[in-house]
């Protein structure tokens, strides 16, 4: 059984114990039909089944309501009802896994007003763009708790400011901790979705995320099948690793432009098409798609007409999770905006509702709590099966 064999069967354990159905079904005939390269390399032609009920993912944990990436950001999630909490991965000095967006942190944390660390300001081109900051990767796990989590965009989430200062960077076995200490009180299973930030960059400077990733989640018990845990990353070659070396499942990101990092002259345009995708399905398990690849705005700003993304992963059995749905009008198409203020709230029932039709298997949230109404909405209205 190869291992993404495995994890296919794991999967459809998975959600179950999250309270979601989520079993596995076998792909239509027409489906099968095209999927002759997957069945040859010994993979099944299986696809997400249509009954299945939609994960929530809490995007850096509830980072519509406090500054992401923060245990208080990951409990709220958790109490707003997200399936799965999201940390993002990156190094510090000393080789321990901590939950930043990106490892320059100028932006999520107060480094900059510590005159301690000011020497630490530097430039380095990461994935060959320049950025100038501090990055983690040039301080000691002591040091970064020294530091205090900020709002990331304070001009749009300026509620979010109240709680600025008050946080730590956690680690990941902190986040792991948290979800099961968490799961255990409320009595329900609470999910891990792990994004390694810049794995080939980290690569580089000697500071490799994916073994101490593996490390981690096998001392929580969790790098076994049927747990409830997905690795995803924007490049290729780390998931082909991880292939390698886990059977958890693996999520292929597919940004909106641009391409992996790790394979210059492939774009994630090429990646999105039914042959890019057949090529995910040798490695991966699932797409994690910019959500206007599931559904592309019109010139006139409304949400338009499905694209075959979602019909030509699920004929490969790939699961469909797009990014990011956000409540405020600067994220929303403009058809669905209310008032001209970009802080304010516009429809995002109506943006959730269009893509649960368009038959995702789940979604990450700024907002796990408007996330979690709308599913319920879309599920209570959908005729049964």
Do not use: C
């Not at 299973?189 to 390694?196: A, C, L, N, P, R």
């Not at 292939?243 to 597919?254: A, H, N």
């Not at 996330?371 to 879309?378: G, K, L, N, W």
Request: charged content about 25%; glycine content about 8%.
């Amino acid at each position: 059984m190869s291992h993404r064999t495995s994890r296919l069967l794991a999967r459809s354990a998975v959600l179950p114990a999250l309270a979601l159905v989520a079993a596995l079904v076998a792909a239509p005939a027409g489906a099968a039909a095209g999927n002759d390269g997957d069945r040859k390399s010994g993979r099944p032609a299986v696809a997400p089944a249509t009954a299945t009920v939609p994960i929530v993912v809490g995007h850096r944990g509830a980072s519509g309501y406090r500054p992401e990436h923060t245990l208080e950001s990951y409990r709220l999630a958790i109490a707003l009802g997200a399936d799965y909490i999201e940390p993002d991965l990156v190094s510090t000095r000393d080789g321990v896994l901590v939950a930043r967006h990106e490892n320059e942190i100028s932006g999520t944390t107060d480094v900059s007003s510590r005159p301690e660390f000011a020497d630490r300001r530097t430039t380095k081109t990461i994935d060959g763009v320049a950025f100038t900051g501090w990055f983690t990767e040039d301080f000691d796990l002591a040091e970064l708790k020294e530091l205090r989590a900020v709002e990331r965009i304070p001009q749009l989430r300026q509620e979010n400011t109240l709680y600025d200062g008050r946080y730590e960077i956690p680690t990941l076995e902190e986040v792991l901790a948290l979800a099961k200490a968490e799961g255990k009180r409320l009595h329900r299973t609470v999910g891990i979705y792990i994004e390694t930030k810049h794995p080939s960059y980290f690569d580089g400077i000697g500071l490799s995320l994916e073994e101490p990733l593996l490390e981690a989640l096998r001392r929580a018990g969790l790098d076994r099948p049927n747990a409830p845990v997905f690795l995803q990353s924007f490049e290729t070659a780390n998931l082909r690793e991880l292939d390698r070396k886990t059977r958890l499942p693996l999520v292929q990101l597919l940004g909106g432009s641009g391409g992996p990092a790790d394979r210059p002259g492939t774009s994630y345009d090429a990646l999105s098409t039914a042959a890019g995708l057949r090529e995910i399905a040798t490695y991966a398990d699932g797409v994690g798609p910019d959500k206007n690849r599931v559904i592309p705005r019109t010139a006139a700003g409304a949400l338009g007409v499905p694209t075959a993304l979602v019909a030509d992963a699920h004929a490969l059995g790939l699961l469909v999770h797009p990014y990011t749905f956000r409540n405020e009008n600067a994220f929303l198409p403009p058809a669905l905006r209310r008032g001209t203020d970009p802080a304010a709230y516009g429809d995002a029932f109506e943006e959730y509702a269009a893509f649960f039709a368009a038959g995702v298997d789940g979604l990450f949230s700024d907002n796990p709590d408007t996330a979690v109404a709308a599913r319920e909405a879309f599920v209570t209205a959908r005729p049964a099966a």
